[in-house]
C-alpha cells in the first residue's frame, strides 16, 4: 500500500524536535492532514464569487423607510476560494463513501449515484410545488408510484407522504389515531411505549398530547405481552412497538400484540426505522399494524447528508387512511392521477387532520427512493433483507466469544448485534472502544443505545458491506475488545488518529458559543 | 444486483459461519404463515441503470420544468440560479454520505459547516444565535410558536393575515392537537398589511404574534411598531421570512425587535424540488437558548487544546429527554443547510445585496409591463420581488390557461385561500435574477391576450 | 439544623419552617459534569414530590423533586454562571433553593445521614 503517513504518526504523539524526529511544520498541516479555519476568518467584507448581470438597482421610493443601513456582515469568498474552504473541510468527515458505518439502528447503507443523478433532471429538481397540475403530471405520479410501491411492500391501505422525517412521521402516525379516536368520540390519552423504545417515540407521543405508560421487555429482550395486556383499558389509544425492535430483534407476539389492543380499542403504531430487515420478507399489514413510518433515508437509500434531510412516509391500515394530512395524491378508478389540497378536500379526503408542512413533503427524496426501488426490483428488496440480516448475524457469531452479546441465546438477530461491554478490564468502557474503532479508521456503532442494555453497543453492518470489508472490521472490532480486556489504557486517550482529539462537550454546554464573534461582529439584535 | 456485493459463495460460507442451514433460518421469528415465499407478486423485478434511467426520465419529461418557460411563481418556494460549485460540493461523498455527526473527531467537516451556517442565519436575521436548522419553514414556523410558549408561559399565538396560508395551515392543525390557542387574522386585498389589526389582537394572554417579513401578498409590514406593541404585552414577536434574499436590501428582523425570526432557506442552494427537501432557519436571542428547539453546533476545544466543533445542549432533545423534550424532531436539513451556506458564502454580503437589488430591479421592470395591461392592477404601495396583481376575473383559471400556452403566470390567492372570499382575482406573481426581459414580454402578452381578447 | 435525605438523592437543611435543598455527593458523582441548573421560580408553591428543577450533564438530565411542600423564597443565583459548583460542593455552596415549609409532618419520611449512607451503599 502506498497510504501517505501510513504509521498514523501525528505531532501529539511526540517525536517532534527529538532525536531523529521531525520538526513541526510551519503551516500547522501535515501532509495531507488538512487544517482550516471558519470561512469568516477567511473571507474579506466585498469579496464575492458570483457575478450579475448589469441592472439599474436603484430601489422603488416607497421602500426607503425599510431598507437595511448596510449589507449583512458576511464575509464573502471567491469560487476557487470556496471550492478550496469545503473541500478541505470534507476531508475531517468519515462517509459510507469512505468505508463501513455500521450504526445500529441507522442503516448507513450505500447511497447509488444513479438516485443523485435522477432527482436533479430538470422535470423533478425544477419545478414548483403551486404548479397548475396540467403541468406537474410527471411529479404526482412520481408521488403515486412510489406510495403504490411502500404500500404493496407493507401491505397496507394507503400512505401519507408528506412527513419531512421519522420522527415527523411518527407525528403524523399518532395524530391518525388522534383524529381516529376523535371520530369515534373517544377519550383515550394513555400510550403505551416498550422501555426499549427510542427516545423519539414517547418524545412523540407527549407532543400528540398523550401520556406515556412504559412496558417492560422479558429477559430475551422482547415485549412483555402480559404486561401489555395487563395495561390495555378504554383510557389506551395505542401502543408504540418498534419491530425489529431496537435490540435488533423481531417481536413475534407482534399479531397478537395487535389483536389484543385492537379488542381493546386501540391502534398500533409500529416504528419503521428497522423496516430494512423485513422488507419482501413479511409485511406489517399481515401484523396487524395500524400505522408505520418508513424512513426513506435508511431502508430505501436516500442520503443521510450529515443529519437530514430524511423523508417519513406513513403507511396507514383502513381504519386510519381516511385520516391522512393534506396534500393527499390518489389515482382514480379512470387513472388519472389527482391532488387533494386543501381547496378540494372534500372530493374523497374530508377527514383529513389538517396539513403537517408547505407544499407535499420530500419530493427529492421520492425520485431517490423510487430510483433506488425500481433498480433492485421486488426480488432486490428481499436480497437486500436477507443479506442485511446475514451479515448482522455474521458479526455477532463472529464476536460474541470476546464481547457479551447479551441476547445471542434468543436466537438469530435481525439486521444489527447487539454487544455490551460487560467484563471488560476496570475503567474501560464502550465509549473506549467506539473511539478506538475510529483510530482503525472505521466510524463507531451505535453506543449506549439501546437503554436497557448497559454499555450497549449495537452494530448495523447493512447489506451495502461485502464479506471481505466485514471481515476487516470484525479483525478491528476483535483487537480492540482483547486490548479491553487485556487493560489496554491507550483506549481511553482514542482517537490518537482523527482530525482531532477527543473534545470537550462539557465546557462547549456549560458555556455555550454557537456563532463566531471573533470580529466582534455583534449581531444587531438588542 | 449491483448494489449487493455478497456473492452466493460469500453467502453460503457466512451461513456456515453462523450455523444457519439457510437463510430462512434467520427469519425463524417472523411467525410462519406472515413470512413470504418470494418476491411480492405483481411488482416488477430488478431493472438496469438504464431501464430505471429510462423510467425516470420520461416521468420527468412529462412537468414543465421552471427552466423551460417563462416562470412567475413565488409564495413561498423562489427560483434563484445557483451557482455551480454548490451542487459539486454537496455531492463530495464525505458531506453527503455522513451521518447526524454524533463522533465529532471525525466529523468536523460537517460541524464546522453547521457552526459556519448558524453564524451566517444569525446575521442575516439579526439575531444573537441560531441553529442547525429544522425541516422547512412551516415546521420552524411551528417550533417557533411552541418555544414562545414556553419562553411566556403563556399559550396563545396571534398569527397575522400575511403569513403563508400553508403555514397557518400547519399551525393551526397542530395547535388542535396541543390544545394551544391561535388566533388567525383574515387576509384582505389591501395595499399595505394591517399592523393595526395585528397589534390590536395583542393581549395579556398572548405568547407570540406571528408575523411574515415580506408578507404572502408581498407587503411589508412594520415589524418595529408591532414588536413594541408586543413587548408591552409580554409578547413575543415572531417573524417568518419565506424569501431570505430581501435580507440583502430590507432591515433584518431582529434589528427592528423581533424576538424569534424564523424562515424558509430554500432560496439559496437548494433549489424549487416540487417543494421539498427544503430548510428550516430559526434564529432567536440567546437569552433563550434553552428553550430553542433542534440541533445545536457549539465551539470548544479537544484534549490538545486544538479549536473543534460539537453538537451541544443535546439534553433538549428527544433522545434523552423523551417525553420532556422541547421537541419531537431527530434530524436538521443538514445538506440543504450546507447548500444555504456554500451558496451565502459565494455570495458573501455585499454579493447577496447585489442580488436583492437585481431581483427588485427585475421585478420593477415586470410590475411596470404587467400593470399596462389594460384592468390589470397592482396591489402593493411596496414590494420586494414579489407582489399581487388584481386581474378582471378569476386567477384560478387564468393561471390554468397560461399554463396552457406554456406560460407558468404566477400562483392564483384563489388556490392559497381556498376558502376566504374576495381573494379570487389576486394573482400573485415573482419575479427574480431568472427573469428575463423575454419572459415578462411574452407573460405580459399572453396575459393580455386571455384577458382581453388580443391575439398572441 | 437538621439535615434529611431522599432515595432521590436530594438533601433538604431544615431551621424551623425554613428548609435549604440540593442534591447529595453521591447524586452528582452519578450525573458527571453538570453544565447546566434550571432553578424554580421564587414565589412558587410546590408539593412533596414535585419536578420543580432540572439538572443537566453532558448526557442527561435530572430531575429534582422537592422532598418538602412549600413556598420556593430564594434560589441560588451563582449556579447560572457557575453549574460546576454542584459538581465541587454539592452539600453546602451547591444548594439549589430555599423554601418555607408548609407542613413538618412530611419529614418524617425522609432519611437521615445514617439511613441514607446505608441506602447508598445498598444501590
Excluded at chain 1, 430510483?371 to 464476536?399: F, M
Excluded at chain 2, 454548490?86 to 466529523?107: M, N, S
Excluded at chain 2, 390557461?401 to 376566504?420: C, D, H, N, T, Y
Aim: with cysteine; charged share 20%; hydrophobic share 40%.
Amino acid at each position: 500500500m502506498n497510504a501517505v503517513n501510513a504509521a498514523g504518526w501525528r505531532p501529539s504523539m511526540g517525536g517532534v524536535g527529538e532525536a531523529g524526529g521531525v520538526p513541526p511544520t510551519s503551516s500547522g498541516d501535515y501532509g495531507l492532514m488538512l487544517e482550516e479555519p471558519l470561512s469568516f476568518e477567511l473571507g474579506a467584507e466585498g469579496k464575492c464569487g458570483v457575478d450579475f448581470d448589469a441592472a439599474d438597482r436603484a430601489p422603488a421610493a416607497g421602500l426607503s423607510k425599510f431598507l437595511r443601513k448596510a449589507p449583512p456582515a458576511l464575509p464573502g469568498l471567491t469560487e476557487p476560494e470556496a471550492v478550496r474552504h469545503y473541500t478541505r473541510l470534507s476531508r475531517q468527515n468519515y462517509a459510507i463513501d469512505l468505508g463501513p458505518f455500521p450504526l445500529g439502528s441507522c442503516t448507513m447503507k450505500h447511497n447509488p449515484r444513479l438516485n443523485e443523478s435522477m432527482a436533479r433532471l430538470p422535470g423533478f429538481a425544477d419545478v414548483h410545488p403551486l404548479q397548475p397540475q396540467t403541468s406537474v403530471e410527471g411529479a404526482l405520479e412520481v408521488i403515486e408510484q412510489l406510495a403504490d410501491w411502500l404500500i404493496t411492500l407493507t401491505g397496507m391501505a394507503s400512505v401519507a407522504m408528506s412527513p419531512k422525517a421519522g420522527a415527523h412521521g411518527e407525528l403524523c402516525g399518532l395524530l391518525c389515531i388522534r383524529a381516529a379516536l376523535d371520530a369515534r368520540g373517544e377519550e383515550r390519552d394513555v400510550v403505551l411505549v416498550p422501555e426499549s423504545a427510542h427516545g423519539t417515540n414517547p418524545a412523540t407521543a407527549a407532543f400528540a398530547g398523550f401520556k406515556v405508560q412504559s412496558i417492560p421487555a422479558t429477559p430475551e429482550g422482547r415485549v412483555d405481552l402480559e404486561a401489555l395486556k395487563a395495561k390495555l383499558g378504554p383510557n389506551v389509544a395505542g401502543v408504540m412497538i418498534t419491530n425489529p425492535n431496537t435490540c435488533g430483534l423481531f417481536e413475534p407476539d407482534l399479531k397478537r400484540i395487535a389483536d389484543a389492543v385492537h379488542a381493546a380499542g386501540g391502534y398500533v403504531y409500529c416504528d419503521g426505522a428497522n423496516f430494512n430487515a423485513i422488507v419482501g420478507k413479511v409485511r406489517p399489514g399481515d401484523l396487524g399494524v395500524d400505522a408505520m413510518h418508513i424512513n426513506l433515508h435508511k431502508t430505501f437509500s436516500t442520503p443521510h447528508g450529515g443529519g437530514g434531510p430524511g423523508a417519513g412516509p406513513v403507511v396507514l391500515s383502513e381504519a386510519l387512511a381516511p385520516f391522512a394530512p393534506l396534500p393527499f395524491v390518489t389515482r382514480g378508478a379512470d387513472g388519472t392521477i389527482h391532488l387533494v389540497e386543501e381547496e378540494n378536500r372534500g372530493e374523497g379526503h374530508a377527514q383529513a387532520f389538517g396539513r403537517m408542512v408547505a407544499f407535499h413533503g420530500q419530493m427529492g427524496m421520492f425520485t431517490r427512493a423510487l430510483t433506488y426501488i425500481l433498480s433492485h426490483g421486488a426480488d432486490g428488496l428481499r436480497q437486500v433483507a436477507e443479506d442485511a440480516v446475514l451479515n448482522a448475524n455474521y458479526v455477532l457469531r463472529t464476536c460474541e466469544d470476546v464481547l457479551p452479546a447479551p441476547f445471542a441465546k434468543s436466537g438469530p438477530c435481525m439486521h444489527e448485534a447487539l454487544f455490551s461491554d460487560a467484563g471488560l478490564a476496570d475503567g474501560i468502557s464502550t465509549l473506549d472502544i467506539a473511539k478506538g474503532l475510529i483510530d482503525e479508521g472505521f466510524h463507531p456503532m451505535t453506543v449506549y443505545f439501546p437503554l436497557v442494555v448497559k454499555g450497549a453497543m449495537l452494530v448495523e453492518p447493512t447489506e451495502t458491506e461485502s464479506k471481505a470489508g466485514l471481515d476487516r472490521f470484525i479483525a478491528s472490532l476483535r483487537s480492540l475488545a482483547e486490548r479491553a480486556k487485556a487493560g489496554d489504557q491507550s483506549l481511553h486517550s482514542a482517537p490518537h488518529f482523527a482530525p482531532r482529539r477527543r473534545l470537550d462537550e462539557t465546557l462547549a454546554a456549560r458555556k455555550p458559543v454557537l456563532v463566531w464573534k471573533g470580529d466582534a461582529g455583534e449581531p444587531a439584535a438588542s | 444486483m449491483r448494489y449487493l456485493p455478497l456473492t452466493p459463495a460469500d453467502r453460503t460460507e457466512m451461513l456456515a459461519r453462523v450455523g444457519a442451514d439457510s437463510v430462512d433460518d434467520l427469519f425463524v421469528d417472523v411467525p410462519e404463515e406472515a413470512r413470504l415465499s418470494g418476491p411480492i407478486e405483481g411488482l416488477p423485478m430488478h431493472a438496469s441503470e438504464m431501464a430505471v434511467e429510462r423510467h425516470m426520465t420520461a416521468l420527468a419529461a412529462k412537468n414543465l420544468s421552471a427552466g423551460s418557460a417563462p416562470f412567475f411563481l413565488g409564495a413561498g418556494a423562489y427560483r434563484h440560479h445557483v451557482p455551480a460549485s454548490v451542487d459539486h460540493l454537496i455531492q463530495r461523498g464525505e458531506f453527503l454520505t455522513a451521518y447526524t455527526p454524533y463522533q465529532p473527531e471525525i466529523a468536523q467537516g460537517t460541524l464546522q459547516v453547521l457552526f459556519e451556517f448558524q453564524t451566517q442565519v444569525a446575521r442575516l436575521f439579526g439575531t444573537d444565535i441560531a441553529n442547525a436548522s429544522m425541516y422547512d419553514g412551516s415546521t420552524a414556523c411551528w417550533e417557533a410558536i411552541l418555544m414562545a410558549a414556553r419562553v411566556t408561559r403563556k399559550g396563545k399565538a396571534v398569527l397575522s393575515g400575511g403569513l403563508h396560508p400553508h403555514y397557518g395551515e400547519v399551525v393551526r392543525t397542530m395547535a388542535r392537537f396541543t390544545r394551544d390557542e391561535i388566533v388567525s387574522l383574515g387576509t384582505e386585498l389591501a395595499a399595505e398589511p394591517d399592523d393595526a389589526a395585528v397589534i390590536g389582537a395583542i393581549d395579556d394572554a398572548t405568547s407570540c404574534v406571528v408575523v411574515q417579513y415580506p408578507d404572502v401578498l408581498g407587503r411589508i409590514p412594520d415589524l418595529a411598531a408591532i414588536a413594541e406593541a408586543a413587548h408591552a404585552r409580554g409578547a413575543l414577536l415572531v417573524a417568518v421570512v419565506t424569501e431570505p434574499v430581501a435580507l440583502g436590501l430590507i432591515e433584518a428582523p431582529g434589528a427592528l425587535g423581533a424576538d424569534i425570526v424564523v424562515g424558509e432557506g430554500q432560496s439559496l442552494g437548494v433549489g424549487l424540488q416540487f417543494g421539498g427537501p427544503y430548510l428550516g432557519l430559526f434564529g432567536c436571542r440567546e437569552k433563550f437558548v434553552r428553550q430553542m428547539p433542534g440541533r445545536l453546533c457549539g465551539e470548544t476545544v479537544d484534549a490538545e487544546g486544538k479549536r473543534g466543533f460539537v453538537l451541544t445542549l443535546s439534553t433538549r432533545e428527544q433522545h434523552i429527554r423523551r417525553e420532556k423534550a422541547t421537541s419531537n424532531i431527530c434530524t436538521n436539513s443538514g445538506l440543504c443547510a450546507l447548500a444555504f451556506s456554500i451558496h451565502l458564502t459565494l455570495l458573501g454580503g455585499e454579493g447577496l445585496a447585489q442580488l436583492a437589488a437585481l431581483n427588485h430591479a427585475r421585478a420593477r421592470a415586470a410590475f411596470e409591463r404587467l400593470t399596462r395591461i389594460p384592468g390589470v392592477e397592482l396591489l402593493n404601495s411596496v414590494y420586494f420581488n414579489e407582489a399581487t396583481l388584481i386581474l378582471p376575473r378569476d386567477a384560478r383559471e387564468v393561471v390554468q390557461e397560461l399554463a396552457g400556452r406554456k406560460v407558468l403566470g404566477g400562483v392564483s390567492l384563489g388556490r392559497l385561500f381556498p376558502v376566504a372570499d374576495g381573494l379570487g382575482k389576486g394573482l400573485l406573481v415573482a419575479v427574480t435574477e431568472t427573469t428575463t426581459d423575454e419572459d415578462i414580454e411574452t407573460f405580459a402578452t399572453e396575459l393580455e391576450s386571455l384577458l382581453v381578447g388580443v391575439p398572441a | 439544623m437538621t439535615r434529611y435525605f431522599t432515595e432521590d438523592h436530594e438533601w433538604i437543611d431544615v431551621e424551623g419552617d425554613l428548609g435549604t435543598v440540593g442534591i447529595t455527593d453521591y447524586a452528582q458523582g452519578q450525573l458527571g459534569d453538570i453544565t447546566f441548573v434550571e432553578l424554580p421560580e421564587k414565589g412558587a408553591a410546590v408539593t412533596k414530590g414535585d419536578s420543580v428543577s432540572v439538572v443537566d450533564s453532558v448526557k442527561a438530565a435530572s430531575d429534582i423533586y422537592t422532598p418538602a411542600s412549600g413556598t420556593i423564597t430564594e434560589v441560588n443565583e451563582t449556579l447560572a454562571d457557575e453549574p460546576e459548583l454542584v459538581n465541587t460542593d454539592a452539600e453546602v455552596g451547591g444548594w439549589l433553593y430555599r423554601m418555607t415549609l408548609s407542613d413538618a409532618a412530611e419529614l418524617g419520611s425522609l432519611m437521615d445521614e445514617t439511613a441514607y449512607k446505608a441506602y447508598v451503599e445498598s444501590l
